[in-house]
């Protein structure tokens, strides 16, 4: 998808888009797309084998992103590994539960009470896999995305 964006543009207009306040949004593939990175199962389309693998998305926001984290089993080690070779941190999400950005700021929404979000991250030779509450009111971005 992304390759296909920008070989017609389309990240530029996306791009554009979210700077003049536009509500932008995607599940799946049309989430990562925000994120600086984000692992994908796209070669999974002709190739029921093929391993999860790192794509790069708009970089809107500073972090690399992982959906479907609660129902594929082989995403969660996916992703543990992908971030070894990644700086920052990354936003894994539940089916059912999304990440609302608005301006620097974010909550976590859900539709199904026990689908959550994480904060996932390498610092030295420590993991990390953190749950990132649902709130109602909106906190600091960059102090999600920092590690």
């Known amino acids: 998808m992304m390759n296909k964006w920008r070989k017609y543009g389309v ?3 996306l791009a554009k888009a979210a700077k003049q306040g536009k509500v932008i949004s995607g599940l799946s593939a049309g989430s990562i797309c925000w994120f600086k990175s984000g692992l994908s199962d796209s070669r ?3 190739n029921a084998d093929a391993k999860f693998i790192k794509v ?6 500073n972090a690399a992103h992982c959906p479907h ?4 089993p082989k995403r969660k080690a996916s992703l543990k590994q992908m971030m070894l070779k990644v700086s ?3 936003i894994a999400l539940d089916n059912c ?3 609302e950005i608005v301006g620097n700021t974010y909550r976590v929404i859900k539709s199904k009470p026990k689908a959550k979000a994480y904060k996932i991250y390498w610092r030295g ?3 990390f896999h953190e749950n990132i509450a649902e709130t109602k009111n909106f906190l600091s971005l ?4 920092k590690n």
């Open 88 to 90: 920052g941190v990354a």
């Open 11 to 13: 990240n530029r207009l």
């Open 97 to 99: 539960c999304a990440l």
């Open 69 to 72: 984290y609660d129902i594929e």
């Open 125 to 127: 030779q420590k993991f």
């Open 56 to 61: 790069s998305g708009l970089n809107l926001i």
């Open 44 to 46: 999974q389309f002709k």
């Open 142 to 145: 960059n102090d999600l995305i």
